[in-house]
DNA sequence: ACCTGAACACCGTTCAAGT
DNA sequence: ACCTGAACACCGTTCAAGT
């Protein structure tokens, strides 16, 4: 049921998908599945924590540093958004806090704390790496929501811009057509770990 | 009129916003809309960029250092979408591709660029801080997209789990209570920038 | 008790008819 | 030439009627 609704969210997105599309694909009428669920967005919300189940995080007993296990959570998070495209607009109208949403909050959280981390600074990491996955995922999509295959369009767009009017937008577009996106995303990761390391070590000022 | 779509925006919601609200405020019918505007999505796409053309960014020609100027333009853009709440949902589901977001994006570009930033990486840079810039501001919902004031309702959710369940959730939702949003959100920022210093001045490996 | 066809009140978009 | 009332083909949701 939330697999059926998860497969046709995958192929059609969120906006095209319908109550009666999912009523149709398991046999029955729409009014069956308000027996089951309030409305829509109950629908998505299962949705969501179904594909946040996907998520294959880190032992907590293995030998990585917290580094290591971050950039692993932070890497299955962007691997499953990557598989499920169409989940990223779902996951910030939503913040998920379902049973396998609030399972990894409390993983990560626990992993932080068993390496340091006061309570509050891991919370913070927590939601300073989640929201650039998310972000970052969110932003691979061309000009234009209904655009189908995006970061190619998008690129071509920033390249067919006039370079006199947008010279430093051009100059980047040209250093970065070569650069993979799954290289970006490590780098802007790094930055977050990085600075998390001098906070975690030294007291906080502002 | 672009100013009045954005009115009704900020007052209902993108989900509530109707092409028929829209012609009732400006007292015509929808079919006259269908003339300055292709459609419902391309009335929003001019509303976003009417947002960002509210943003304030620096004077370029300021004795402020990259850094400092950094952060003024994410303050820029967080403020702006704190002004703008309903406005996120959009800047996600789209790249910014109209007069005043690309206006922007060469302004930062080019600012980073005259501080020594190679373009590749000024661009990386400038998508990372966007990335979380929205990223945070998207965040601050509360459990289920429909509901009305967020972040005090899903702090109120977190204190109400169990806390034998979920021990480093509701541990870190107590240290995070008394924690302003605007320093939670200037924390992440300053690991992103701090990142930024360290690559800026030695040379990237991987 | 559980299911569901048909209806309700919408929506975005279009087009023939008006000025 | 420009505008628009009315219609079209949907949508999420509900409810009386069926089993």
Redesign the pocket.
């Known amino acids: 049921m939330v697999a059926t609704a998860l497969r046709l969210v995958d192929d059609v997105g969120v906006q ?6 999912l ?1 149709d694909a398991l ?17 998505l919300v299962y949705v969501v924590d179904h594909v946040l189940g996907e998520i294959t995080t880190p032992a907590p007993d293995g030998g990585a540093s917290w580094q290591e296990s971050l950039v692993a959570v932070a890497d299955g998070l962007y691997g499953t958004l990557r598989r499920h495209p169409h989940i990223v607009p779902l996951l910030i109208a939503q913040v998920p806090v379902g049973p396998n949403g609030l399972a990894q909050r409390e993983r990560v959280l626990r992993l932080l704390a068993e390496r340091g981390f006061p309570a509050d600074l891991g919370a913070r990491a927590f939601t300073a790496v989640t929201h650039y996955v998310i972000g970052f995922a969110a932003q691979q999509h061309g000009p234009g929501s209904a655009d189908p295959d995006g970061a190619p369009a998008l690129a071509a767009f920033y390249r067919g811009l006039d370079p006199a009017a947008f010279p430093s937008i051009t100059a980047a577009s040209q250093a970065l057509t070569d650069t993979p996106l799954e290289e970006e995303f490590h780098f802007g990761l790094g930055l977050l770990v990085r600075g998390l390391e001098l906070l975690r070590d030294e007291p906080p000022q502002g």
């Not at 095209?16 to 599309?21: D, E, G, L, N, Y």
């Not at 009428?29 to 967005?41: K, P």
Request: hydrophobic share 40%.
């Open positions: 095209a998908f319908t109550v009666r599309m009523a046999g029955s009428g729409t009014a069956t599945l308000y027996r089951h669920f309030t409305g829509r967005d109950e629908i």
